[in-house]
DNA sequence: AGGAAGATCTACT
DNA sequence: GTAGATCTTCCTA
């Protein structure tokens, strides 16, 4: 398994975003492997971006996100951890949200962690993934391209699919760009 | 020390 | 489809 290279997330946030569609989300637990196709992220900007936690200025729980790409950026909100990557061009700032998964390994310990009926309802949300996935602030920070790191990014199969972007979902204030994207059809966007 | 807000989830109708 | 509950962090007094 090949982790993306730390280029891939020295890009422009939105391009970011729709190229990580397709790839796989990998989290280890002691010795077992988690891991998901990722189906949908959102895109989040800096100062410009009303929705972003970046917005107004550099703080201490956002520092993340101001400095090196591939990073984990993790953190709460309405009693869930969402999980980002931290992606930006050089001396930018930004990051991605994950927002699906469509799990792949480690089913039955995804469903212990969520206690759900359908697969569907596994991970086709933020708050949902991160809980399948057992992904706490512990994990804040960490480097998704390093292959040892308890949550990487890895390459997935060839495969072709639709790309499809929208508006960003929950953001009060949003940006006239369209920040989210999916891949057209998959159950488990949300 | 206290309060408000926030990129959501779940259950119920 | 809609309402209510959730928890952590940050900001102000």
Known sequence: MKTLSKDFYERNPASVAKDLLGKVLARRVDSEVLSGKIVETEAYYGGNDPASRAYRGKKKFN???FMSVGKTFIYMVHANWLLNIVAHPKDGVGA???RAVEPIEGIETMRNNRNVK???DLTNGPGKLTKALAVTK??????????DSQIVVVEGREESFEVCSSHRIGVKVDLP??????IEGNKFVS
């Open 118 to 120: 359908r697969l569907r």
């Open 177 to 182: 760009q369209k920040l989210r994207f999916f």
């Open 96 to 98: 991605v949200l994950i």
């Open 63 to 65: 520092a993340l996100m």
């Open 138 to 147: 512990e994990l804040n920070g960490i480097d998704v391209t390093e292959r």
